[in-house]
C-alpha cells in the first residue's frame, strides 16, 4: 500500500504542477489542458480494469482510519487548491483532484470505482435525473428570484443570456468541475460516511466539508461576511446533492447537474441596478426574493427525489 500511496500523491503533485506552469505560462491553456489530461486516465483504467481483480466493498472497515482518508484526500486537495485560486482566481486543481480520487480508490483501497458511484451504465436514465434535479433545484429558484424581483423593484434581475458562453463553459465545468467535485465529496467521503453512519449524518458531513471547501475564495481579500454567505449557500448545494446520491448511487445525475449550474451562472448576465436595489430593500423583501424561491424549489426536489428517484 505504501508504494500506491506514494504514487497516487507523486502523480497528483505532478499534474498539479504541469498545470500551475501551464497557467502561469499561457492562462487560456490551462483550461483546454485539464481536459486533456483526462484522456490518459481514462486510458489507463480501461487498460488496468481488464487485469486487475478490484473489491466490490471498500477496505477502510474501522470508522477511525476512513475519518483519516477522508480528511486526508480533503487536506491534499486544498494544498494544491488554495494556490490555484489566490494566484489565478481559477479552479485548476480539478483535473489532478480526479486522479488523486480515481487513483486512491484503485490503486489504494483496491476497490472497484462503481462502488463509489462512478457507474457509465442506463446513462439516458443517468442524464434525465441529471436535468430534473438542475431543473428543480436551480431553474425554478432562479426563475422565482427573477419574478419577484420584478414585482418588488420593477427592474429584472437577469438581463439576458450568452448560449456561446455557456456552451464554452460546460466541458470544463462538467468534465473537470462536476466530476472532480462529485467524486470527492459525494462519491469518495459520502460513500465511505454512509458505511459508518447513518445517511443523514454522511450526506450532511460532506455536505459541511465541501461547504468549507469554497472558503478560499474570500481569502484575498478577506470578507467574512460573504465568505460565510459562500460556505452556508455551498452546504445547501452538498446537502441537496448528497440527498440525491444516497437515493440514486450514481454520480453520473450529479456531474450533469453541476456542470449545467455552474456553466448557466458563467451564461447568465445579471444586472447590478436590480441588485443593488433588492439589497437596499427592509431585510424580510431580501428573504422574500432569494430564500423563498430556493425554499420552494427544495421543497418540490425534495418531494419528487422522496417519491420518485431510484438507485441507477
Same mark, same amino acid.
Given at each position: 500500500?505504501?508504494?500506491?500511496?506514494?504514487?497516487?500523491?507523486?502523480?497528483?503533485?505532478?499534474?498539479?504542477?504541469? @498545470?500551475?506552469?501551464?497557467?502561469?505560462?499561457?492562462?487560456?491553456?490551462?483550461?483546454?489542458?485539464?481536459? @486533456?489530461?483526462?484522456?490518459?486516465?481514462?486510458?489507463?483504467?480501461? +487498460?488496468?480494469?481488464?487485469?486487475?481483480?478490484?473489491?466490490?466493498?471498500?477496505?477502510?472497515?474501522?470508522?477511525?482510519?476512513?475519518?483519516?482518508?477522508?480528511?486526508? @484526500?480533503?487536506? /491534499?486537495?486544498?494544498?494544491?487548491?488554495?494556490?490555484?485560486? /489566490?494566484?489565478? $482566481?481559477?479552479?485548476?486543481?480539478?483535473?489532478?483532484?480526479?486522479?488523486?480520487?480515481?487513483?486512491?480508490?484503485?490503486?489504494?483501497?483496491?476497490?472497484?470505482?462503481?462502488?463509489? $458511484?462512478?457507474?457509465? &451504465? +442506463?446513462?439516458?436514465?443517468?442524464?434525465?435525473?441529471?436535468?430534473? /434535479?438542475?431543473?428543480?433545484?436551480?431553474?425554478?429558484?432562479?426563475?422565482?428570484?427573477?419574478?419577484?424581483?420584478?414585482?418588488?423593484? &420593477?427592474?429584472?434581475?437577469?438581463?439576458?443570456? +450568452?448560449?456561446?458562453?455557456?456552451?464554452?463553459?460546460? =466541458?470544463?465545468?462538467? /468534465?473537470?468541475? &462536476?466530476?472532480?467535485?462529485? &467524486?470527492?465529496?459525494?462519491?469518495?467521503?459520502?460513500?465511505?460516511?454512509?458505511?459508518?453512519?447513518?445517511?443523514?449524518?454522511?450526506?450532511?458531513?460532506?455536505?459541511?466539508?465541501? $461547504?468549507?471547501?469554497?472558503?478560499?475564495?474570500?481569502?484575498?481579500?478577506?470578507?467574512?461576511?460573504?465568505?460565510?454567505?459562500?460556505?452556508?449557500?455551498?452546504?445547501?448545494?452538498?446537502?441537496?446533492?448528497?440527498?440525491?446520491?444516497?437515493?440514486?448511487?450514481?454520480?453520473? =445525475?450529479?456531474?450533469?447537474?453541476?456542470?449545467?449550474?455552474?456553466?448557466?451562472?458563467?451564461?447568465?448576465?445579471?444586472?447590478?441596478?436590480?441588485?443593488?436595489?433588492?439589497?437596499? @430593500?427592509?431585510?424580510?423583501?431580501?428573504?422574500?426574493?432569494?430564500?423563498? =424561491?430556493?425554499?420552494?424549489?427544495?421543497?418540490?426536489?425534495?418531494?419528487?427525489?422522496?417519491?420518485?428517484?431510484?438507485?441507477?
Amino acid at each position: 500500500m505504501d508504494s500506491a500511496i506514494l504514487k497516487t500523491v507523486a502523480v497528483y503533485f505532478a499534474l498539479a504542477f504541469v @498545470l500551475f506552469v501551464s497557467a502561469y505560462l499561457f492562462y487560456d491553456l490551462a483550461v483546454f489542458l485539464s481536459i @486533456l489530461l483526462l484522456l490518459p486516465l481514462i486510458l489507463w483504467c480501461r +487498460n488496468y480494469f481488464k487485469k486487475a481483480k478490484l473489491l466490490k466493498e471498500t477496505t477502510l472497515k474501522r470508522r477511525e482510519t476512513m475519518l483519516f482518508w477522508v480528511l486526508m @484526500l480533503f487536506a /491534499l486537495a486544498l494544498m494544491v487548491r488554495v494556490p490555484f485560486v /489566490l494566484l489565478f $482566481g481559477a479552479p485548476y486543481e480539478k483535473t489532478p483532484l480526479i486522479y488523486l480520487v480515481i487513483l486512491t480508490i484503485v490503486l489504494v483501497e483496491k476497490t472497484d470505482i462503481k462502488t463509489f $458511484g462512478f457507474k457509465t &451504465g +442506463n446513462l439516458a436514465k443517468s442524464a434525465f435525473y441529471g436535468l430534473l /434535479l438542475f431543473s428543480l433545484l436551480d431553474l425554478i429558484a432562479l426563475a422565482g428570484i427573477h419574478l419577484l424581483t420584478i414585482v418588488f423593484t &420593477g427592474q429584472e434581475m437577469f438581463q439576458s443570456f +450568452n448560449a456561446v458562453t455557456f456552451l464554452m463553459s460546460m =466541458p470544463f465545468m462538467t /468534465l473537470c468541475v &462536476g466530476i472532480s467535485e462529485e &467524486g470527492l465529496f459525494r462519491g469518495y467521503m459520502q460513500t465511505h460516511l454512509q458505511r459508518h453512519f447513518s445517511v443523514v449524518k454522511a450526506f450532511l458531513l460532506q455536505a459541511f466539508l465541501f $461547504g468549507v471547501w469554497h472558503f478560499v475564495w474570500h481569502i484575498f481579500p478577506l470578507n467574512l461576511a460573504d465568505m460565510i454567505l459562500r460556505i452556508a449557500s455551498t452546504f445547501f448545494i452538498g446537502a441537496m446533492f448528497g440527498y440525491f446520491y444516497s437515493k440514486t448511487q450514481n454520480l453520473a =445525475p450529479l456531474i450533469l447537474a453541476h456542470g449545467l449550474w455552474n456553466s448557466i451562472l458563467d451564461g447568465l448576465t445579471s444586472n447590478p441596478e436590480a441588485a443593488k436595489t433588492v439589497m437596499a @430593500l427592509p431585510l424580510l423583501s431580501q428573504a422574500v426574493i432569494i430564500v423563498m =424561491p430556493y425554499a420552494l424549489s427544495t421543497a418540490i426536489m425534495l418531494v419528487v427525489v422522496r417519491k420518485f428517484i431510484r438507485a441507477i
